[in-house]
């Protein structure tokens, strides 16, 4: 898949509007069979430029299914641990469970007893909070902590029982409740500690590919309804102003566009994704109270009713710019990754360039 076939999703993604939130499960599996059925879905091995503009398409659209989770952080996940990845929507979950091996290896003499396992399959239970779209998942992946260190594993939907939820935007944020699941030995893989870090700075990538998407939505809403209205006898575009605002406006969507796509150049480099990754996260979080001020600044009143579709965008905005993390947590993780990195690695993290 290429950047030109970037169409063909699109256009389904377009067809499948985000308002359609009353019946989210139902919203995410005929969006998911229209992307099947298209052949619009990338495979695992598709260049990671195009996974994130795919990304951006979806937050651009508001896209009604978990195709950032899955694309993203699931999959790739998944991948990288040597678990298979199911064909279908996944979710992703981070959080503290209570993780026992099924076959405790009792020969061992390795930590207190139930540290080690003749094998990896496990017995899981707790809770794991505001899961996106995990009412409408084949499989949540979950990163937590096992017996003998980060353990990643795939629960499938009849292994536990959901407690439904939404953000602000009325996006599915379910709880996941486990009670003793049983996950088999193909669903769990025992995973380095680098694995709990990959997975921080995926997760804020997806968020800032979709806000990069919401926000140039913002844009075409506010520049089409400036020049649709008037005011005193002229379109409020023509008001210097209103000009000035929007100039705001295009200024802080193209610095988070501009951050995204630096983010998914870096994907290919082993040693500078993370900290594109967190910059793009931090940029995109920074610029969401800009973006949603000015664009509701220049519809007035209007743009908060359910008339109008720039709410759409904007509570989707609001609700993904602290989830994994708001601009402050970035700005932390970034701290402590040049900290973490050395003496003399700040200006080539900065610039990208590893030979400054």
């Given amino acids: 898949m290429t950047t030109d076939h970037l169409r063909t999703p699109a256009a389904v993604l377009a ?82 469970l209570d993780v026992r091996f099924a076959n405790v290896d009792s020969a061992s003499r390795v930590g207190p007893p139930g540290a080690a396992g003749t094998d990896d399959a496990v017995h899981v239970s707790g809770t794991l909070s505001r899961v996106p779209w995990a009412r409408a998942a084949q499989a949540v992946v979950v990163l937590t902590e096992g017996p003998g260190g980060p353990v990643l594993l795939a629960l499938e939907p009849d292994e536990y029982r ?31 500690e680098a694995v709990l870090a990959e997975a921080e700075w995926r997760a804020g990538l997806a968020r800032a590919a979709l806000i990069a998407g919401a926000a140039r939505r913002c844009v075409e809403l506010t520049v089409a309804h400036t ?91 609001w609700s993904w710019r602290d989830e994994d993390g708001n601009e402050q947590a970035w700005f932390a993780r970034i701290g402590r990754h040049v900290v973490e990195s050395g003496t003399g690695r700040l200006w080539p993290l900065v610039t990208g360039n590893p030979a400054a």
């Fill in 162 to 192: 959901l407690l439904e939820g939404a953000n602000l935007a009325g996006e599915p944020r379910d709880g996941v409740v486990l009670t003793d699941t049983a996950v088999p030995t193909e669903r769990v893989r025992r995973v380095p």
């Fill in 15 to 96: 067809r499948h509007p985000g308002d359609a939130l009353d019946k989210p499960a139902a919203a995410a599996r005929a969006l998911w069979d229209a992307l099947t059925t298209a052949d619009a879905l990338p495979p695992p091995d598709t260049d990671p430029h195009v996974l994130v503009a795919l990304v951006r398409e979806a937050g651009h659209h508001g896209c009604p299914a978990p195709l950032a989770e899955t694309l993203l952080l699931a999959g790739p996940l998944l991948a990288r641990a040597g678990l298979a990845v199911p064909n279908g929507p996944l979710t992703f979950a981070r959080g503290p």
């Fill in 227 to 317: 020049a649709a209205r008037s005011q005193f006898g002229r379109p409020l575009s023509h008001f210097q102003a209103v000009k000035q605002e929007e100039a705001k406006l295009i200024e802080e969507a193209a610095l988070v566009g501009a951050a995204v796509e630096a983010a998914a150049t870096a994907l290919g480099d082993p040693g500078g994704a993370a900290f594109a990754a967190q910059a793009a996260a931090a940029q995109a979080s920074a610029s969401v109270g800009e973006i949603t001020r000015i664009a509701h600044q220049l519809h007035g009143a209007i743009g908060f009713t359910e008339l109008s579709p720039l709410r759409l965008a904007t509570t989707r905005l």
